[in-house]
Nanobody
Framework: QVQVVESGGGLVQAVGSVRLTCAVA????????MDWYRQAPGEKREFVAS???????NYADSVKSRITIFKASTKNTVYLQMNSLKFEDTAVYYC?????????WGQGTQVTVSS
């Protein structure tokens, strides 16, 4: 059974940094692409960043100057590095792993930016 697990969230200070991890277990296949989305309280889930197996990346305009998505050396694991955090970055961050026949969502990790 494929499992997608996000980690690395927590309470972080404004203008600080955090690195989120998305790890996929339970499959022999390599991912086609992995996406990060986020959902703030009372808001719709929004796209943040994505990376393909070939390391092509895409970012939401609102975050592209402060966020980097990159692959880990571990199979089917990606990171989301977030810098210069703002209060509006407070959200649950979700990972979506896309494989040839299906895609899988994780349960999310909460990032709360405080003063």
């Amino acid at each position: 059974q494929v499992q997608v697990v996000e980690s690395g969230g927590g309470l972080v200070q404004a203008v600080g940094s955090v690195r989120l991890t998305c790890a996929v277990a339970g499959t022999w296949f390599n991912f086609n692409a992995m996406d990060w989305y986020r959902q703030a309280p009372g808001e719709k889930r929004e796209f943040v960043a994505s990376i393909t197996s070939g390391s092509n990346t895409n970012y939401a305009d609102s975050v592209k100057s402060r966020i980097t998505i990159f692959k880990a050396s571990t199979k089917n694991t990606v990171y989301l590095q977030m810098n210069s955090l703002k209060f509006e970055d407070t959200a649950v961050y979700y990972c979506n792993a896309r494989f040839p026949r299906s895609s899988y969502w994780g349960q999310g990790t909460q990032v709360t930016v405080s003063s």
